[in-house]
């Protein structure tokens, strides 16, 4: 299977897949925006992650992650990472376990 080649393509191609929560992080949880759901690292499980570089401007590197929770709720938190990443998402995320389903080995 061919993966997107942008951003907005693997957000896409994720919530089709059923993460369609846009997550966020406040404090030190992770919460879907717009829902009022916030969770702890320990609830949490990172499913996939995907890497994006820019070409030719360092700002259009990010990550997006994959997160399933605890009761089954499914979204993605996107980060750029290098010297822009936001410390704040660095330490929300820091414990979260990360697992891969088969289908991405």
Same mark, same amino acid.
């Given at each position: ?7 907005? &393509? ?5 919530? =089709? ?5 846009? +997550? ?16 702890? &690292?320990?609830? +949490? ?16 590197? /990010? #990550?997006?992650?994959? #997160? ?29 376990? #990360?697992?891969?389903? /088969? &289908? =991405?080995?």
């Amino acid at each position: 299977m061919s993966e997107p080649g942008t951003v907005t &393509a693997q957000l896409e191609e994720l919530a =089709r897949r059923g993460f369609g929560a846009n +997550l966020g992080v406040v404090g030190n949880t992770v919460q879907v925006l717009n829902g009022g759901k916030a969770f702890k &690292a320990e609830e +949490l499980v990172i499913r996939e992650y995907y890497r994006f570089e820019g070409v030719s401007d360092p700002g259009d590197m /990010s #990550i997006v992650y994959a #997160i399933e929770s605890r009761d089954g709720t499914r979204g993605v938190l996107v980060d750029a990472f290098g010297v822009y990443a936001d410390p704040v998402i660095g330490a929300a995320l820091r414990d979260v376990r #990360i697992l891969f389903s /088969s &289908a =991405r080995l």
